[in-house]
C-alpha cells in the first residue's frame, strides 16, 4: 500500500503562491500517477492536477496556468506548486495516486482522481 502525507498548506493572501508537497510512503518511481484534488465544505471535490509516470500533465481550467504539479522520484513527493492564489482556492487540498494501467482514463476525464485508490489526509489553504 501507499500511504500519503500532504503538507505545505497555510494561509496567503491572494495573488500570493503556495508550494504543496505530498510524501508517499511507498515508491511511486513508475508505477503512480498522482493527483491533486481539493474540497470546500458544503460543496462537492474539484480534481485539480494530474502527472502521470511519465511526468504528463493535465489541469482543471480553474488552475489552468496558475498552478503547476511536479514529481520527484527519487524523494518519492508529488508538489503542487500554486501562484497568483484567488479566494476560490481556499480548500483543503488532497493528493491521491493510482496504479498507472488504471489512471491513463484520468487524463481524459480529470474528475477520476476523485477516484484513485490512496489518499492522504489533506493540507488547508487560505487565500484572503
Known amino acids: 500500500d501507499v500511504q500519503l502525507v500532504e503538507s505545505g498548506g497555510g494561509s496567503v493572501q491572494a495573488g500570493g503562491s503556495l508550494r504543496l508537497s505530498c510524501a508517499a510512503s511507498?515508491?511511486?518511481?513508475?508505477?503512480?500517477?498522482m493527483g491533486w484534488y481539493r474540497q470546500v465544505p458544503g460543496k462537492a471535490r474539484e480534481a485539480v492536477a494530474l502527472?502521470?509516470?511519465?511526468?504528463?500533465?493535465k489541469y482543471a481550467d480553474s488552475v489552468n496556468g496558475r498552478f503547476i504539479v511536479s514529481r520527484d522520484n527519487a524523494k518519492n513527493t508529488v508538489y503542487l506548486q500554486m501562484d497568483n492564489l484567488k479566494p476560490d482556492d481556499t480548500a483543503l487540498y488532497y493528493c491521491?495516486?493510482?496504479?498507472?494501467?488504471?489512471?491513463?482514463?484520468?487524463?481524459?476525464?480529470?474528475?477520476?482522481?476523485?477516484?484513485?485508490?490512496?489518499g492522504g489526509q489533506g493540507t488547508q489553504v487560505t487565500v484572503s
Open positions: 502527472i502521470g509516470d511519465d511526468g504528463a500533465t
Open positions: 491521491a495516486a493510482e496504479r498507472t494501467p488504471h489512471c491513463k482514463a484520468a487524463f481524459q476525464g480529470l474528475g477520476l482522481i476523485l477516484a484513485f485508490t490512496y
Open positions: 511507498g515508491q511511486i518511481s513508475s508505477d503512480y500517477c
